[in-house]
């Protein structure tokens, strides 16, 4: 009996850290752009060149660049890019606030990604 009543928990507890470790990938590595901005810990001083160019190349200049275009939109270089920072639509976009198509357009940038573009903007958005 008290044999069945242990195997009985064990399995409960079992299956409960399943769960959780589903739960935990779910919100980790599905949904980007959940979680809190605060957990991010973004350093002072961003650069664009070293911080934010490696996102723009990766996850926005393959559609925006001197040749594709999309949109007429060009990101890959400081120039280009002010613009879009002084009208708001860089963070719009990349916020997905409505009335701007949201960019990326398949996804939504990490967290902490979104929140070293929005202190950058904060601190000067310098050609750093
Ligand atoms: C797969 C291609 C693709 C990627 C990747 C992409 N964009 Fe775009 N983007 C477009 C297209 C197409 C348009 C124009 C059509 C539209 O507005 O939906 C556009 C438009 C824009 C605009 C103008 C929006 C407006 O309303 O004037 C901005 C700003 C922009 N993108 C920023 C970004 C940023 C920042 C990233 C990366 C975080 C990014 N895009 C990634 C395809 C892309």
Sequence with gaps: MIYRITLFLGAILLIGSVE?????DNEEDLYNGGGDP???????N?????????????????CHNANDRFGNVILDTYDNLAPYVNNGKLMGVINHESGLSPMPPSSKLETCDIARFEKW???GAADN
């Design 20 to 24: 959780m470790g589903c739960y935990y």
């Design 38 to 44: 605060d957990s991010c810990n973004v350093r002072d």
């Design 46 to 62: 961003i650069s664009y060149m070293d911080d934010l160019v490696p996102i723009l190349d990766t996850e926005c200049n393959t």
């Design 121 to 123: 903007i904060n601190e």
